[in-house]
């Protein structure tokens, strides 16, 4: 071993030390806050308690607005799921005619149609339509803005199964609708749980369409309440708010893990969370 | 090329259209009927919408008051009302610096180093490593927004905590630095993981022979590895930055403050719209980041269509 | 059990392009028959079209004299093997076999006996629970025909069927194939590239090119006598000698041709002296003559041997034109040496030289 390569190996290992350090120290706070008597925004080591769990499940709003989440989510991940398989499966087997000048426009609708860049429309259109304050609202606007990203997944996962499945199926006298139950759907079931998953992790995450279009705090989810509460202050706050970071955040980290377990993480590329 | 045969005496000719030509037997009409509720909520929420921004762009639609009820068309008005207005001019630059600053220099070179360093490292380092990574990216934009928050903070704040320097309000006296930080770490993830696909595709022979001629670190990567993911960049370069153009975070951390500091187009929309009720203008100002939008997408999959 | 005739039969894509292009053909009740050609040729989707997951753009297929051109494939009576197998991965193989009957409701005790008899006859026993993830190749491979043989078809089509085995199995496959129907003697129409395959399986065999059919016939009429050049270079394991020549004047029923500087005996009955032909004969007919010969002969200087098994693929060079010839094993003669080739009138076949078509009805040699 020369002096050089050790040398190297040092500022190798120093250098992976200072990007993990980059990336978990901001994290450290939500791993310590919540267990800590006297939570404060710096990083220490907690004085072990669940005091504030206690507190977060006694918030008014709190365990509310994870329900409003739930229900935003389910309908939109279901809704996702059901349109975007249906679509799929058509586009992938059937040459409808224009077939591949849809597909071109999904792609660039997927990435050129932003939330940010149509917020102000929506939310005029909403309002016109009187869905101002509705989660059904809320979970609607969501599904027509992840549905062609969906589409094209499911698209992808379809036509990577052999057509021969259906068509023995179709030889032996299957029906279509007996096709699409028996063989179509339990093959790309998969493929239905990875996109019924990614589209609950986006919608959950999602903040500027219920903030757009929820006014009553009693119907927020918990994206947009705990902006509400952080713009509110105060030390209550501080024992709520890193309980419930804490406990918004578990959903997606165990779904992300299931998914990357149980199918291995597929990497889409250009598909962001 | 012969012709239909003539039906052979005692058996009718076979009528009607024959079995559909798909795998399933779905035919055309029930695959429109198929494809037709998805489109028909993209069209509602998604096409409609940007078709509508064109329209409510050219009048003077406002939030409250007399424009609410009945606003009236003022033609391009809003147009040239943006390229007389400083505050629009400064949120097109400070959105140039946020893009620059986290996608183009610190997702890209800290994504492609940590793919690059992750190669060849132990395992259990790359995957605890990653692990972190990969959790600034999937967790809710809104908990991470406050992580930052609390690290910033001018009093308890772990950034100051470390550095010694308490009672530095960053988010206040350092906006745009402390949300290029953020979004460089928030968004690394996605680069990292792309670059790393694309260094498998490298042939390892063709490493291998480099090393054996002798070429150094950044020799090999100069004129081996780069020639072989170059569309991978661009790809990369051209997503990221779409994203962070059109990304609502700053929204979370500043508001666009202090004093418009911080403000890109994203939040200065938000702001104009629905804390200043200006539907219209706003509406001009949406409609030229679609546009923006627009052209890099095209760039984007042009790209795509050569590489397949 | 049925036949199936095909008239005027055309396939045409999207694209324009004629996959199956005017074909008439008939298969026999409980006939083994194969379609043989090189990938692109058509064969696949001319079983395709029997099946019904091709539409016919023309002309009439018909199943046991009933007209299905225009029916539902499930409705036609066909059995199908998939070249991939298609097994429904999330089925137990005695799902997968009974598909078919669950399909058409039929009730689930005679479902089970089904499995149980059909995994009987292809050996599957004990199996039966099993994912087709947990299967050999092979074992997937009669999951497939069960599977069709439990559905009751009339006709039994195969896409190259063994195809996706390894060679040491194929072998075993072949036979236990062969076999099997034999005992069912259910018209079978199967695919393949592999003309060593269509051989040892068929009753008879369609050689296809771009569509169209270019020969039809036993297997032994397809590698004794092929009807063109095309189907002469497709058939046989070592290619057939292809060489310009031009027709002797005939004497009698034998006559000869000059080719490669030397001559062959060639029946010449119909082709006037003089015409300029290609001699197709085949390395196997070709022998190296011991001692002297007197009537046409081909003389030449060994240029290499190939060990090929049981007997050595000798190329020899007569007059500048390479010339292949099969001799038993451990009588290759080293290169350099001089040789000379004879061959018997019935196996030198002449082809048009721009048709590519057999010439003169000479008699078809006397299948022994």
């Known amino acids: 071993m020369t002096p050089g390569f050790v040398l190297r190996r040092i500022g190798f290992y120093v250098l992976i030390c200072a990007i993990t350090l980059f990336f978990a120290v901001p994290m450290l706070w939500i791993a310590s806050a919540p267990f800590d008597s006297s939570p404060g925004l710096g990083v220490h080591w907690p004085d072990w308690t669940l005091e504030n769990f206690r507190k977060t499940l006694e918030h008014p709003y709190a365990m509310h607005s994870m329900v409003n989440s739930l229900l935003i989510c389910v309908t939109t991940a279901v809704a996702v799921t059901l349109f975007a398989a249906l679509a799929s499966y058509a586009l992938s087997r059937v040459r409808i005619p224009g077939r591949d000048a849809l597909l071109y426009g999904l792609l660039l609708l997927s990435s050129v149609v932003t939330g940010t860049a149509a917020m102000v429309p929506i939310f005029v259109m909403m309002f016109q339509l009187g869905l101002i304050d509705s989660r059904f609202g809320v979970a609607l606007v969501m599904t027509g803005g992840l549905l062609p990203a969906a589409i094209f997944i499911l698209k992808d996962f379809v036509d990577a199964v052999p057509k021969s499945y259906e068509e023995s199926a179709r030889v032996f006298g299957a029906s279509t609708g007996q096709i699409l139950r028996d063989v179509v759907l339990p093959v790309a079931r998969p493929g239905l749980a990875t996109i019924m998953v990614w589209a609950f992790v986006n919608s959950w995450g999602n903040f500027l369409v219920p903030f757009l279009l929820l006014r009553s705090i009693d119907k927020q989810p918990g994206a947009v309440l705990m902006q509400t509460l952080t713009d509110e202050g105060g030390s209550v706050n501080l024992q709520v708010l890193p309980v419930f970071s804490l406990l918004f955040s578990i959903p997606v980290v165990v779904l992300y893990l299931l998914v990357n377990s149980r199918y291995g993480f597929r990497f889409h590329g250009g598909i962001k969370s | ?171 206040i006296d350092y906006p745009m630095a402390c949300l290029v930080v953020f979004n460089t770490w928030r968004g690394t993830a996605f680069s990292m993981m792309l670059y790393s696909s694309a260094l498998q595709a490298v042939p390892p022979s063709q490493l291998e022979s480099a090393r054996m001629f002798g070429a150094s670190g950044w020799q090999t990567l100069r004129d081996v590895v780069f020639p072989h993911i170059r569309g991978h960049v661009l790809t990369n370069t051209l997503l990221i930055s779409l994203w962070t153009a059109n990304d609502f975070s700053p929204f979370l951390l500043t508001k666009g403050g202090p004093n418009h500091e911080s403000e890109t187009v994203p939040v200065y929309i938000y702001n104009v719209a629905l804390q200043g009720g200006e539907l219209g203008y706003s509406s001009a100002i949406s409609f030229l980041l679609l546009i923006a939008n627009l052209l890099v997408s095209l760039v984007y999959l042009r790209l795509l269509r050569r590489r397949s | 059990m049925a036949g199936i005739d095909i008239e005027g039969l055309a396939t045409v894509y999207p694209n324009g392009v004629r996959a199956v292009d005017g074909l008439d053909l008939h298969v026999a009740d409980g006939e083994f028959f194969a379609l043989l050609g090189p990938s692109g040729c058509g064969k696949t989707t001319l079983l395709r079209t029997i099946a019904g997951l091709e539409p016919a753009t023309e002309g009439t297929v018909r199943i046991d004299a009933a007209d299905v051109t225009r029916t539902e494939p499930g409705k036609r009576g066909v059995a199908m093997v998939f070249q991939d197998y298609a097994l429904f991965p999330h089925m137990n193989v005695s799902e997968n076999i009974t598909y078919p009957l669950k399909v058409r409701r039929v009730a689930m005790a005679t479902r089970t006996a089904t499995a149980e008899r059909t995994a009987g006859e292809l050996s599957l026993q004990g199996l039966l629970e099993r994912k087709p993830a947990q299967l050999s190749g092979g074992q997937q491979q009669r999951v497939a025909l069960a599977r069709a043989i439990a559905s009751q078809g009339k006709v039994l089509l195969l896409d190259e069927p063994l195809s996706n085995l390894d060679a040491r199995l194929r072998l075993e496959a072949r036979t236990f194939l062969k076999k099997l129907q034999r005992d069912l003697g259910i018209t079978t129409v199967f695919v393949t590239h592999d003309q060593a395959e269509a051989l040892a399986l068929a009753d008879r065999i369609a050689v296809m090119e771009s569509g169209k059919l270019r020969q039809l016939g036993s297997p032994r009429e397809v590698f004794a006598r092929p009807a063109n050049t095309f189907v002469a270079n497709f058939i046989g394991s070592t290619p057939m000698n292809l060489l310009p020549g031009t027709v002797a004047a005939a004497t009698g029923e034998v006559g000869a041709v000059s080719v490669a500087g030397g001559s062959l005996p060639a029946t010449t009955v119909s082709v006037p002296a003089d015409a300029e032909v290609t001699v197709g004969i085949r390395p196997e007919y070709l022998t190296v003559a011991s001692g002297d010969v007197t009537g046409p002969a081909l003389r030449g200087v060994v240029v290499v041997a190939e060990n090929l098994g049981t007997q050595s693929l000798v190329t020899v060079d007569c007059d500048g034109t390479l010339v292949g010839v099969t001799v038993p094993e451990e009588t290759e003669p080293s290169p350099g040496t001089a040789v000379v080739l004879t061959a018997p009138a019935s196996r030198v076949l002449l082809y048009d030289r721009d048709s590519g078509e057999l010439l003169a009805r000479q008699p078809t040699p006397v299948a022994s």
């Not at chain 2, 329209?55 to 008051?65: A, C, M």
């Not at chain 2, 033609?75 to 600053?101: E, I, M, P, Q, R």
């Not at chain 2, 132990?122 to 967790?139: C, D, K, N, Y």
């Open chain 2, 1 to 171: 090329m012969a012709s239909p045969s003539a039906p052979v005496e005692g058996v009718a000719p076979a009528r009607g259209r024959g079995p559909a030509r798909d795998v399933a037997g779905l035919g055309v009409g029930r695959a429109f009927g198929f494809v037709a509720p998805a489109f028909l909520l993209i069209g509602a929420f998604l096409i409609f919408p940007a078709l509508w921004t064109i329209y409510i762009g050219i009048t003077n639609y406002r939030l409250t008051g007399v424009e609410a009820v009945s606003p009236s068309v003022v033609g391009l008005s809003n147009y040239t009302k943006a390229l007389n207005d400083a505050l629009f001019h400064n949120a097109l630059w400070l959105t140039l610096v946020f893009v620059l600053g986290s996608a183009i220099i610190g997702q890209n070179i800290l994504g492609f180093t940590l793919a690059w360093i992750m190669r060849r490292t132990r395992p259990a380092v790359r995957r605890t490593v990653e692990a972190f990574v990969l959790l600034a990216w999937i967790l809710p934009s809104t908990v991470v927004a406050y992580l930052w928050v609390a690290f910033y903070d001018r009093d308890g704040g772990t950034l100051n905590s470390l550095l010694g320097t308490q009672g530095t309000a960053w988010l």
